[in-house]
């Protein structure tokens, strides 16, 4: 103890590369990004204040708008979606013996991949050439254009989206279940509960931290989905997947908006701070 | 180690478990099976990727008809074309340096936060957790514009050093660091080794899981990353493989040639995957890295 007393140079040495990194790579960007977003900030540099101009212009802009959108659309698909799947699949695991750690692999495989091969392996599975107009028109149906009708490419890419991380959040699952002592399993047994009854009165109130941490994980991942969509749609048909990044990266870099791409930066910033803040307090109530 | 014993719950006693196990064992087909469906068809877009990868350009395949035979044109042509070499080149040096240099200053400002006193330690720590807080793509463009200003635009330090700021590696190590004993550190201070040694011979090999762990993460964050590449790394010199083969399309490149380059690009993955499988499978359950 003494020695951490007396030793604020070398602490201070130690974190400092990391500091340094931090403060220009992290710190300034972010407050550059509030920054500009007050301002007209011009790819020459040349910059004035505008006040919040960018902000009321946000609210007045249909690809703005259609972005935020979408981005909320695909939010509320993929985020249950992917619960649903990694909640069931750990449930699956975590009742069989059998093999387990071969099952356990294979469903955690898609993890260690990235976006963009998940995007080009499910482009052409969804393909009008592709898997899954093939095996439909064996049975005389189709063809789907999955990704050219505006209704199902939303769900199309949320469901690429889990198949790739599901395992992610199965894992954490898997791990708050087998926290779960067994003798308490085994006494709502002895009581005579169901398998729903132990779930919803035993299973489910043990696990809810770990659920709420898989929400909050994938709720802001969802929020920031950009590498599948710009893969698989580039954001069609019709901009009906064009999400919040994909409006940043348009402005920023197909049309030099600089400015104007930070402010969208902002607004992302703003949601996923308020989802997440929602996400707490329902917590927080529902633990009281 | 001391940490691992307190963490673990005791074990319930051998007899009683199996004979849970044994009684359940009867009902369990059923759900082997189930999760047996739910693997194959998880797993069988690698498997069809495969197929494709290896059939003849430009000749019907899968999913109409399968293919005559299989063939290594497609890997070979992708791998001694210069342009994709290049980029699959250029992922590694972009993923091998951020782990070295990542694994060394977490590990030195980790270390720094659980064991030093320093004027404003908690606010820096506390400055560097609400980063995470931060979307990397709400920085995006200034952080584009400062790394243009210094003329790091397609060049490899501006594709790696951004990247190197990582608030997720940075609080791994200061929790880990943080469960060791004071006793170790400070047995080595009063035997009068100067701090840089206490780091080198106590700290690293002390690690060494944490580090391990910490590694194959970032291995895969950098092998897979997109954005960042996508926007500061333009040419070919610099351009990474996610990068790279995201550009192929169109009628000019076949598919069979597409999901062999998509193939090639995936194996560094496998690796770490199938070697290193039970550690990230208990990592991520312990840390919640992600």
Same mark, same amino acid.
């Given at each position: 103890?003494?020695?951490?007393?007396?030793?604020?140079?070398?602490?201070?040495?130690?974190?400092?590369?990391?500091?340094?990194?931090?403060?220009?790579?992290?710190?300034?960007?972010?407050?550059?990004?509030?920054?500009?977003?007050?301002?007209?900030?011009?790819?020459?540099?040349?910059?004035?204040?505008?006040?919040?101009?960018?902000?009321?212009?946000?609210?007045?802009?249909?690809?703005?708008?259609?972005?935020?959108?979408?981005?909320?659309?695909?939010?509320?698909?993929?985020?249950?979606?992917?619960?649903?799947?990694?909640?069931?699949?750990?449930?699956?695991?975590?009742?069989?013996?059998?093999?387990?750690?071969?099952?356990?692999?294979?469903?955690?495989?898609?993890?260690?991949?990235?976006?963009?091969?998940?995007?080009?392996?499910?482009?052409?599975?969804?393909?009008?050439?592709?898997?899954?107009?093939?095996?439909?028109?064996?049975?005389?149906?189709?063809?789907?254009?999955?990704?050219?009708?505006?209704?199902?490419?939303?769900?199309?890419?949320?469901?690429?989206?889990?198949?790739?991380?599901?395992?992610?959040?199965?894992?954490?699952?898997?791990?708050?279940?087998?926290?779960?002592?067994?003798?308490?399993?085994?006494?709502?047994?002895?009581?005579?509960?169901?398998?729903?009854?132990?779930?919803?009165?035993?299973?489910?109130?043990?696990?809810?931290?770990?659920?709420?941490?898989?929400?909050?994980?994938?709720?802001?991942?969802?929020?920031?989905?950009?590498?599948?969509?710009?893969?698989?749609?580039?954001?069609?048909?019709?901009?009906?997947?064009?999400?919040?990044?994909?409006?940043?990266?348009?402005?920023?870099?197909?049309?030099?908006?600089?400015?104007?791409?930070?402010?969208?930066?902002?607004?992302?910033?703003?949601?996923?701070?308020?989802?997440?803040?929602?996400?707490?307090?329902?917590?927080?109530?529902?633990?009281? | 180690?001391?940490?691992?014993?307190?963490?673990?719950?005791?074990?319930?006693?051998?007899?009683? +478990?199996?004979?849970?196990?044994?009684?359940?064992?009867? +009902?369990? =087909?059923?759900?082997?099976?189930?999760?047996?469906?739910?693997?194959?068809?998880?797993?069988?877009?690698?498997?069809?990727?495969?197929?494709?990868?290896?059939?003849?350009?430009?000749?019907?395949?899968?999913?109409?008809?399968?293919?005559?035979?299989?063939? /290594?044109?497609?890997? %070979?042509?992708?791998?001694?074309?210069?342009?994709?070499?290049? =980029?699959?080149?250029?992922?590694?040096?972009?993923?091998?340096?951020?782990?070295?240099?990542?694994?060394?200053?977490?590990?030195?400002?980790?270390?720094? /936060?659980?064991?030093?006193?320093?004027?404003? +330690?908690?606010?820096? %720590?506390?400055?560097?957790?609400?980063? %995470?807080?931060?979307? @990397?793509?709400?920085?995006?463009?200034?952080? @584009?514009?400062?790394?243009?200003?210094?003329?790091?635009?397609?060049?490899?330090?501006?594709?790696?050093?951004?990247?190197?700021?990582?608030?997720?590696?940075?609080?791994?190590?200061?929790? @880990?660091?943080?469960?060791?004993?004071?006793?170790?550190?400070?047995?080595?201070?009063?035997?009068?080794?100067?701090? =840089?040694?206490?780091?080198?011979?106590?700290?690293?090999?002390?690690?060494?899981?944490?580090?391990?762990?910490?590694? #194959?993460?970032?291995?895969? =964050?950098?092998?897979?990353? @997109?954005?960042?590449?996508?926007?500061?790394?333009?040419?070919?010199?610099?351009?990474?493989?996610? #990068?790279?083969?995201?550009?192929?399309?169109?009628?000019?490149?076949?598919?069979?040639?597409?999901?062999?380059?998509?193939?090639?690009?995936?194996?560094?993955?496998?690796?770490?995957?199938? #070697?290193?499988?039970?550690?990230?499978?208990?990592?991520?359950? %312990?840390?919640?890295?992600?």
């Amino acid at each position: 103890m003494r020695h951490r007393l007396r030793d604020p140079i070398t602490g201070l040495l130690f974190v400092l590369p990391m500091l340094v990194l931090f403060v220009i790579f992290r710190f300034v960007p972010t407050l550059g990004a509030a920054g500009m977003s007050l301002t007209d900030y011009k790819i020459s540099g040349d910059w004035s204040f505008v006040g919040v101009d960018n902000y009321a212009r946000l609210l007045d802009d249909p690809i703005f708008l259609g972005a935020l959108r979408v981005t909320v659309v695909y939010v509320a698909i993929y985020v249950p979606l992917t619960v649903v799947v990694s909640l069931s699949t750990a449930l699956l695991l975590n009742s069989v013996i059998f093999m387990k750690g071969l099952f356990r692999g294979a469903l955690f495989l898609p993890y260690v991949t990235s976006f963009v091969f998940a995007g080009v392996i499910w482009r052409w599975i969804y393909e009008f050439d592709g898997l899954l107009n093939g095996l439909l028109a064996k049975i005389d149906l189709g063809p789907v254009g999955f990704l050219d009708d505006t209704a199902l490419v939303l769900p199309a890419l949320a469901t690429v989206s889990v198949w790739k991380g599901f395992g992610y959040s199965m894992l954490i699952l898997l791990a708050g279940l087998k926290s779960i002592p067994r003798s308490y399993l085994e006494a709502a047994r002895v009581d005579g509960a169901n398998a729903w009854q132990r779930f919803r009165s035993v299973v489910f109130p043990l696990l809810r931290p770990a659920l709420f941490f898989v929400m909050v994980i994938e709720t802001i991942g969802a929020f920031q989905t950009f590498d599948l969509i710009y893969v698989m749609t580039g954001g069609g048909p019709s901009r009906a997947s064009y999400n919040l990044i994909l409006a940043l990266y348009d402005q920023g870099f197909g049309d030099f908006n600089l400015a104007y791409a930070a402010t969208i930066g902002i607004s992302l910033f703003v949601l996923v701070f308020i989802v997440s803040m929602i996400q707490r307090r329902l917590l927080d109530r529902s633990e009281k | 180690m001391t940490l691992t014993e307190t963490k673990r719950p005791a074990p319930p006693p051998v007899g009683r +478990r199996s004979a849970v196990r044994g009684r359940a064992s009867g +009902r369990q =087909w059923p759900l082997v099976a189930l999760l047996a469906v739910v693997s194959v068809l998880t797993v069988s877009p690698f498997l069809l990727m495969v197929v494709l990868a290896l059939s003849p350009a430009n000749e019907p395949t899968v999913p109409h008809r399968w293919p005559d035979g299989l063939t /290594f044109d497609n890997i %070979m042509t992708n791998l001694t074309s210069s342009g994709f070499l290049t =980029w699959t080149v250029n992922s590694f040096i972009f993923s091998a340096v951020s782990v070295v240099v990542i694994l060394l200053t977490a590990s030195m400002a980790g270390y720094a /936060f659980a064991k030093k006193r320093f004027p404003g +330690r908690d606010t820096l %720590m506390w400055a560097f957790l609400a980063t %995470m807080m931060v979307p @990397f793509q709400a920085t995006l463009i200034p952080l @584009f514009i400062l790394v243009s200003e210094l003329d790091g635009a397609d060049t490899f330090w501006g594709l790696i050093v951004p990247t190197l700021a990582n608030s997720q590696a940075v609080f791994l190590m200061r929790q @880990f660091i943080r469960d060791l004993p004071d006793e170790l550190f400070e047995a080595a201070k009063v035997d009068g080794a100067p701090e =840089w040694r206490v780091y080198l011979q106590i700290v690293l090999p002390l690690t060494k899981p944490i580090l391990a762990t910490l590694g #194959v993460f970032v291995f895969l =964050w950098h092998w897979n990353d @997109f954005l960042w590449p996508l926007v500061v790394a333009n040419s070919d010199e610099v351009r990474t493989l996610t #990068v790279g083969l995201a550009s192929l399309r169109g009628e000019e490149f076949p598919q069979s040639m597409e999901m062999a380059a998509a193939a090639i690009s995936v194996v560094p993955c496998l690796v770490v995957f199938f #070697v290193l499988q039970r550690y990230l499978v208990n990592s991520i359950a %312990m840390t919640g890295l992600k």
